[in-house]
């Protein structure tokens, strides 16, 4: 009985696959996702593009760098659809150009543009006429203080941390050389990096870019080597990397995570991490070549639409989700860093090989020497008689595109340039230079030649937004107020928005009013709304209104009882300053309803806030 047993089981272990076969399936498999996903990500992305003036980070950013990356490891693409959606993409990017130059920008630039300007170069799309070296200088002027680069806009996990705006910023920085301005933009690089350093992740997308950034910063390795090991133990017992210590693994942070691995923490494809990340992937998959990550959006946002892609609401997400879960496959199916994200940085066109049209009609040499130029270009534009106050078709002035440089500034005022002049929007130089980060004592030079305020508080605004208290003291000394302008945010609004303590607090010592608001929304909210904690303490100790509401009706409360993941020490502060936990907020109910539908941490503190006030009507109040 013995020799048949052991005949049986040496046949079954025979029939079993090898590793080595393992492995080949697995490839295959993941092989015919990509293959499955790359036709549905193109068409959304294209559908996106016909029907949204705007590119967005998920369709455009994260899609464009997953068809990208695809590509250069040799996976094949519709390449007419792709050449379609690039073209569109840089015709919008071209026409953002004149509010750039102008101080302006997009929604939540420089996040999108940067996300975007990254994917453009991976693809080797970028246009040739200078109009990325202008984007890298309105990119560059919105870099705060402290080195990093704040989102406007707070909608996770894409559009919400410093850390991925940063990471994608100084990346545009180095890949775009602005003539005349090298060793401005590798200082600026250099500030970045060390701002990522120095900055702990709290969540997964921030642990991913700021690896990124960390790659592409060439930060210390020891600094680098840690970040990876601190990725890697993330990674939960079904292979997969969660958003948050709070959610499941999904297909968004396991696809970003296994990339950043490979590429810049050289974790092999092969080795039991990836594997297992892989099969994570695969189980998540979709059979429509889709995967589904369901949207932490719970604020009022742009309004949905259908792209064609999967998954209803969650589509937008589920995108990116799927953008990043292709390229972590790829990069299974052909390992080997990934072309996309380490293009060859384009060197510094000439200066006069830039297009003077990206400046607008009537540009002139001079002003393309006061925008891309170095001393000695500005000084010999200056001297071929050129008319120092001439203007765009924008209004632009060549003071006005040089206020980035103190010292191209001064060369020329010295030749007279006048600096009363304003655009349209009212904008004067010093406006300009109030909100361009890192630009010295351009201020000072400026006031020194005469320049007056003329908006006491949207120019104050401005400089809150950089988070340069120099600049705000400089400003305030020379007649700027913090006093609320028209429809535009409020400087205390906006320092908050960017979770700026130290701006927040010295705007409250400046009197700056606690509840202004900007579409009914206050800092407290924005506070609320953020997860910050310390600046909603600083916010209700200053005698923040409360209770206010915004034009949704939504208060502090409710909004801290929805946030994502969830601060229950914020709701546990409002309690405790007096939030009127019976409030409601129109069509979300009061904070306890938001808590309820959103399994919010904070749910028994509400729930006890509510039993205690029914308890305290019962007794008439006493």
């Given at each position: ?56 980070c998920h369709h455009q ?162 600094v680098r080597e840690r ?169 632009l002035t060549s003071l ?223």
């Open positions: 009985m013995i020799r048949p047993l052991a005949a049986t089981l040496s046949a079954l272990l025979l029939a079993l696959p090898t590793a080595a076969q393992q492995g080949a399936q697995l490839h295959e498999r993941a092989s015919a996702a990509v293959d499955r996903s790359l036709p549905l990500l193109q068409q959304s992305a294209a559908t996106w593009i016909e029907r949204r003036s705007c590119v967005s950013g994260a899609g464009l760098l997953a068809l990208g990356h695809a590509v250069a490891k040799g996976f094949a693409i519709d390449a007419a659809l792709f050449d379609g959606q690039v073209a569109a993409i840089r015709d919008r990017f071209r026409r953002s150009l004149a509010s750039l130059k102008g101080g302006g920008g997009v929604i939540n630039f420089p996040f999108g543009h940067a996300y975007v300007t990254v994917a453009l170069a991976g693809a080797g799309a970028t246009p040739a006429d200078g109009s990325m070296q202008v984007f890298v200088h309105g990119a560059a002027g919105r870099q705060h203080v402290s080195g990093s680069w704040r989102s406007e806009s707070h909608r996770p996990p894409i559009e919400d941390s410093p850390v991925t705006i940063t990471a994608l910023a100084l990346r545009s920085l180095q890949l775009f050389a602005v003539p005349g301005r090298q060793d401005e933009m590798r200082e600026r690089v250099a500030k970045a990096t060390a701002w990522l350093e120095r900055t702990e992740a709290t969540s997964t997308e921030e642990a991913v870019f700021r690896l990124w950034g960390l790659g592409w910063g060439d930060a210390a390795s020891e970040a990876v090991r601190e990725l890697l133990a993330q990674q939960r017992d079904d292979g997969g990397w969660a958003q948050l210590p709070t959610l499941a693994s999904d297909a968004y942070a396991t696809g970003s995570a296994l990339l950043v691995l490979h590429d810049v923490g050289g974790v092999a494809t092969d080795s039991a991490a990836y594997v297992r990340g892989v099969e994570r992937l695969l189980a998540l998959k979709q059979p429509d070549g889709s995967w589904h990550t369901r949207t932490r959006r719970r604020l009022p946002g742009l309004p949905y639409f259908e792209t064609g892609f999967p998954h209803g609401i969650d589509q937008f997400v589920s995108y990116a989700a799927s953008a990043w879960a292709t390229m972590a496959l790829v990069t299974f199916v052909r390992p080997g860093r990934s072309a996309a994200f380490w293009p060859d940085p384009e060197p510094a066109p000439a200066l006069e090989a830039i297009d003077p049209a990206v400046l607008g009609e009537g540009a002139t040499a001079l002003h393309r020497a006061a925008l891309f130029g170095d001393g000695s270009q500005l000084a010999a534009a200056l001297g071929d008689g050129a008319e120092v106050d001439a203007a765009t078709e924008d209004g006005m595109l040089a206020i980035h440089d103190p010292r191209r500034v001064q060369q020329l005022l010295d030749r007279g340039a006048d600096v009363a002049r304003s655009l349209p929007g009212r904008l004067t130089a010093l406006e300009l230079a109030a909100g361009y980060g890192g630009n010295g004592d351009t201020i000072d030079r400026l006031l020194a030649a005469g320049a007056t305020i003329a908006r006491p508080g949207r120019i104050a605004g401005r400089a809150a937004a950089g988070g340069d208290l120099g600049k705000l003291e400089r400003l305030l000394a020379a007649g700027a107020n913090l006093a609320p302008v028209g429809k535009e945010p409020p400087p205390l609004l906006i320092a908050t928005g960017n979770g700026d303590v130290a701006m927040v607090r010295r705007l409250l010592a400046a009197g700056a009013a606690i509840d202004a608001s900007y579409e009914g929304f206050t800092s407290l909210l924005a506070a609320a709304a953020d997860g910050n904690l310390v600046l909603v303490r600083e916010l209700l100790a200053a005698g923040a209104a409360i209770d206010h509401a915004d034009e949704e009706g939504l208060t502090a409360l409710v909004v801290a009882a929805m946030h994502d993941p969830g601060h229950d020490e914020i709701v546990a502060a409002l309690l405790a300053a007096g939030a009127d936990v019976r409030k409601r907020a129109g069509e979300f109910g009061n904070a306890l309803d938001v808590a309820r539908a959103h399994h919010h941490p904070a749910l028994p503190l509400l729930e006890r806030a509510m039993a205690k006030d029914e308890g305290s009507r019962r007794n008439g109040g006493r």
